[in-house]
């Protein structure tokens, strides 16, 4: 069995949970539209995908999707938006004392698709990032390399980052197609989410590849 070098973790739904509803629900608040239709609007038009992308700004992405609303800007400003987009997330700290027992020689990265707005304001605040994954080489993300899951050129960044072959790498996604994505490349996938799985299953994983101390 080839050594394992490495473990990629994805950050949604592995290392904190999220709630696009929860975003939803609070600017509908604002509009005369139904939480659903927010979820349309921004999550299912492609705009999202374009800010993980990063090939908008945060400014024009607060600007059409309050002009998608018909939100006035004097009730939801850029700063108060900010809050309500980056309120979706809750930390996963089960998942802090598996991390805590990785083998130190192992390298870990996280591989997410985001937006500049969850990760500078939000995402790389949290402690679990602080605390396992403070340098930015560390990071490959959507935004960033303008590519997204299940892309293949930010699967090869994050190889590329790492400097070790993919059969040494154990890539961790809550989504099985993202995981299959990475598997193609010859990595080891494990499918986990924090938001159905108990931490256990991840556990048991992790010591059948022999990664915990």
């Known amino acids: ?21 929860k975003i939803c629900r609070r600017l509908s608040l604002s509009c005369n ?7 349309k609007a921004i999550f299912q038009s492609g705009l999202e995908r374009e800010f993980d992308l990063g090939n908008i700004t945060q400014e024009y992405f607060y600007d059409q999707v309050i002009t998608a609303l018909g939100i006035d800007p004097k009730n939801i400003t850029l700063f108060k938006f900010s809050g309500i987009w980056n309120s979706m997330f ?9 991390i805590e027992r990785i083998n ?18 939000r995402i ?3 402690p679990v990032m602080k605390d396992f ?32 072959e993919p059969l040494s790498i154990v890539y961790i996604d809550d989504i099985p197609v993202n995981v299959a994505a990475f598997e193609r490349f010859g990595a080891r996938g494990v ?3 924090c938001q159905k799985d108990p931490i256990e299953k991840l556990k048991e994983k992790l010591a059948e590849l022999d990664l915990l101390i």
């Open 133 to 164: 994954f403070p340098d930015p080489n560390q990071w490959v993300l959507s935004f960033q390399v303008r590519a997204r899951k299940p892309e293949e050129n930010i699967y090869r960044e994050a190889i590329k980052r790492l400097d070790v």
């Open 191 to 193: 499918v986990y989410n």
């Open 33 to 39: 539209y139904s939480a659903d239709h927010v979820h």
């Open 90 to 98: 809750s930390e996963n700290k089960a998942i802090v004392r598996v």
């Open 124 to 126: 790389k605040n949290m």
């Open 1 to 21: 069995m080839t050594v394992i070098q490495a473990v990629v973790f994805d950050f949604g739904n592995v290392l904190a949970s999220f709630d696009h509803m």
């Open 104 to 121: 130190p020689g192992i390298k870990k990265i996280i591989l997410s698709n985001t937006n500049n707005m969850h990760w500078e304001m």
